[in-house]
């Protein structure tokens, strides 16, 4: 059974930096298409980032420059450097698979002004 795991979420001041890690366990996750989503109070959850079996990634355009992500597939594991976040990248965020069929039950991340 696939299981994910987010952790690294907080509180940040505006223009701080944070990064998630999403373990993935009962499965190889080197073979799947995984992402980070998000969703903020009132909104649809949406795709921060993705990353293929093979290493390509792909972002919103809302991210690009700021976010990162990344995997060590030795350690089964997931990442999203977010840097100079800004208020509106409050939000819960998740990793799951890009089919969206898997997801983790997600991190907090708080950015203040």
């Known amino acids: 059974q696939v299981q994910l795991m987010e952790s690294g979420g907080g509180s940040v001041q505006a223009g701080g930096s944070l990064r998630l890690s999403c373990v993935a366990s009962g499965y190889n996750s080197s073979r799947e298409c995984l992402g980070w989503f998000r969703q903020a109070s009132g909104k649809e959850r949406e795709a921060v980032a993705t990353?293929?079996?093979?290493?390509?990634?792909s972002y919103a355009d809302s991210v690009k420059g700021r976010f990162t992500i990344s995997k060590d597939n030795t350690k089964n594991t997931m990442y999203l450097q977010m840097n100079s976040l800004k208020p509106e990248h409050t939000a819960m965020y998740y990793c799951g698979t890009c089919n969206k069929v898997s997801w983790g039950p997600g991190t907090q991340v708080t950015v203040s002004s």
């Open positions: 990353i293929d079996s093979y290493g390509s990634t």
